[in-house]
């Protein structure tokens, strides 16, 4: 079955450790995203990545990293510098030409 | 700067009823607008789209109606079924080669047996 997986769905860290949350995607999807969901704030787009070797920051990249080293895996890195880690992570993944994107079921990430 | 919004946090309707969920933009360089509906701890699923070159799409209980005058969109539900009882998001793209959607705030819908 093709999918976008996220792993692990539930993480926990204590607080000033750096966290990475992976995305993998065997749909042959060009483009990927991460996006954040807190109560109330909707989706919010961290970074994009709409080729191998390339992203870009999306509205609220502060405190994130990613990479796209292979067209599969788009991982992103929770700093301790983001302020309030602690948040719903959605990752997304497009086929070239297509408009909407498929999200995989999300990664809970705590910082205590 | 909220480019999508939907102003209504919360809709509950009777099963069997309509469900109208509202959603409003104001980036006039979007040119297509997604439905998502989520359930709690998972992704979000593609429910239904519209292009902007079009006021109407359906696809069986669900219609999406788009007035770009004001630029405004709604999702009609009908009948509601309680299975329908979930987050819904509206998402707008904008046109060029950083492809990317603007997702609103979401509406929860609860649909009453």
């Known amino acids: 079955d093709g999918g976008i997986t996220q792993s692990p769905k539930y993480l926990f860290r204590k607080e000033g450790q750096n966290v990475t949350l992976s995305c993998e995607q065997n749909?042959?999807?060009?483009?990927m995203y991460w996006y954040r969901q807190d109560p109330g704030q909707g989706l919010r787009l961290i970074y994009y990545?709409?080729?191998?070797?390339?992203?870009q920051k999306g509205d609220i990249a502060e405190g994130y990293s990613v990479s796209r080293e292979k067209k599969e895996s788009f991982p992103l890195t929770v700093t301790s510098a983001q302020k309030n880690p602690t948040a719903f992570y959605l990752c997304?993944?497009?086929?070239?030409?297509?408009?909407?994107?498929?999200f995989g079921s999300g990664t809970r990430l705590t910082v205590v | 700067d909220q480019q999508v919004k939907q102003n209504s946090p919360s809709l509950s309707v009777q099963e069997g009823r309509i469900s109208i969920l509202n959603c409003d933009y104001t980036n006039s360089m979007f040119d297509y607008f997604l439905w998502y509906k989520k359930y709690p701890a998972e992704g979000p699923t593609f429910l239904i789209s519209?292009?902007?070159?079009?006021d109407k799409n359906e696809d069986g209980r669900f219609t999406v109606f788009l007035n770009k005058s004001a630029k405004h969109l709604s999702l009609h539900i009908v009948p509601s079924q309680p299975g329908d009882s979930a987050v819904y998001f509206c998402a707008a793209r904008s046109g060029g080669s950083n492809y990317k959607l603007t997702f609103g705030k979401g509406t929860l819908l609860t649909v009453n047996p």
């Open positions: 997304a993944s497009r086929h070239q030409g297509a408009y909407g994107y498929t």
């Open positions: 990545s709409q080729i191998v070797n390339d992203f």
């Open positions: 519209i292009s902007s070159i079009k």
């Open positions: 749909l042959n999807h060009d483009a």
